[in-house]
């Protein structure tokens, strides 16, 4: 009888074990596939891209300042899209998901130099582009800057839009091959 109990239990354990593996899965497969959808453009809206180094207080500042009031009639039609190499961490998921800017946002996990996530992005159609690096100087450093260059000179080829770059280090932009519209 004893015997028995233990079967059953661990039968049970085990099966439990399965069961909640499959639903982390399945949330994980449901994540990932959230955020490699292409942009849909809407009649009547416009939107840009949005790419670079950001953290949840850097974002969420660019977005209270770009959705601001003030610019209201200006942004109101005007959707984002965040391209970024990685899925979103919770901090971002939080902005991503705020009934304030959920509407007019769209992230997409690819790499900023894929033609294929340039094509999901509607690059060619964006408006604008801005490339940003961290507020936190802490956190930054020169190889961000770099990277921003090169995407820089990497979509000033296939998109007509202004394309926007914020760097950390304003020694950046004394690159003579970058051909910098100053």
Known sequence: QTSLMRLVVSVIVFCSIIAISQLEISDLLKLNSQYVNEYKHRKGCKHI???GFFSKNSLNKF?????HEDHKEKTKHLKIVIIQNELPSKDIQSILLNPKYEENLHYL????FSEK???YAKVSQADAVILQTEHNELSVNDNDDNFLILACKALS???PAPIYVKFH?????LHDWADWDL
């Open 157 to 159: 080829q296939i998109t």
């Open 169 to 173: 280090n304003t020694q950046s932009l």
């Open 117 to 119: 996530t340039l094509s």
């Open 109 to 112: 996990k690819g790499d900023i």
């Open 63 to 67: 977005l209270t300042e770009f959705y």
């Open 49 to 51: 891209i949005l790419s």
